[in-house]
């Protein structure tokens, strides 16, 4: 379940937005530059990260993820939770994401970050695909949940532009009782072939690395 209550998903919509703006801006022979033959690591997760001015705590309990996401004063900016389904067979379940919104946050630092790639939740996000493909995974699922139609139709448009693709509605009515239980709330099911994205994603991952690289340096 893809929580936004009074956690606004604002690293999510606006960083995620922005890198693919400043992505499709980039010269075809930059891309080019970047190996895409290794799927993104998590040290090199880390590494963006703290280019970010952010440190990631991770904790693993067998078939379950939580990762937590704290700026340069240590103050929690974001988390994310997951766990693997053993029905269907090694599907991987982003359960909640949650970033503060900027403007809620006080020890929020902008200095050192970098526009020119995604934010947190496309970091903790990454990080859990990867955890997820470690275990086995190479498929996942997530709720962009609706709690309201203007917010909902973002969402759905988003997750789309990193790959996902829409399973089915889940609404308020007898016929969606048992995505419900599973989901706990209602919205739109959508779902990701891990191998895409990774494929698409890694190469970009690491232009940004250098991109923000280059900035701390400048």
């Known amino acids: ?33 970047v190996s895409s033959g290794d799927i993104m690591t998590h040290d090199e997760l880390h590494e963006y990260a703290k280019l970010c001015n952010i440190s990631l705590k991770v904790r693993s309990t067998g078939p379950t993820l939580k990762i937590e996401a704290f700026n340069s004063n240590d103050v929690l900016i ?6 693997i389904r053993p029905i269907p067979y090694k599907l991987l ?24 790639g995604p934010g947190i939740s496309f970091i903790i996000g ?31 448009r988003l997750y789309n532009s990193f790959g996902f693709n829409v399973v089915r509605e889940v609404g ?10 599973v989901w706990g709330a209602v919205g739109t099911i959508m779902s990701m072939e891990l191998d895409p994205f990774f494929k698409e994603w890694s190469p970009k991952l690491r232009l940004f690395i250098e991109l923000a690289k280059r900035k701390v340096t400048s």
Not at 98 to 105: A, D, F, L
Not at 172 to 181: M, Y
Request: hydrophobic share 40%; aromatic share 10%; glycine share 6%.
């Open 172 to 181: 308020d009515d007898f016929t969606s009782i048992s995505d419900r239980l």
């Open 78 to 83: 974001g988390y994310l939770t997951a766990f």
């Open 93 to 116: 379940h982003l359960d909640t994401i949650q970033v503060k919104n900027r403007r809620q946050t006080l020890g929020f630092q902008r200095e050192g970050w970098t526009i020119d």
């Open 1 to 33: 379940m893809l929580l936004l209550g009074s956690y606004a998903c604002w690293g999510l919509a606006f960083l995620s937005l922005s890198a693919t703006r400043n992505s499709n801006r980039l010269h075809s022979s930059s891309l080019k530059m």
């Open 126 to 156: 990454s990080f859990a695909l990867r955890w997820g493909y470690d275990n086995g995974c190479r498929k996942t699922e997530l709720l962009a949940v609706k709690d309201s139609e203007k917010m909902h139709k973002i969402l759905v």
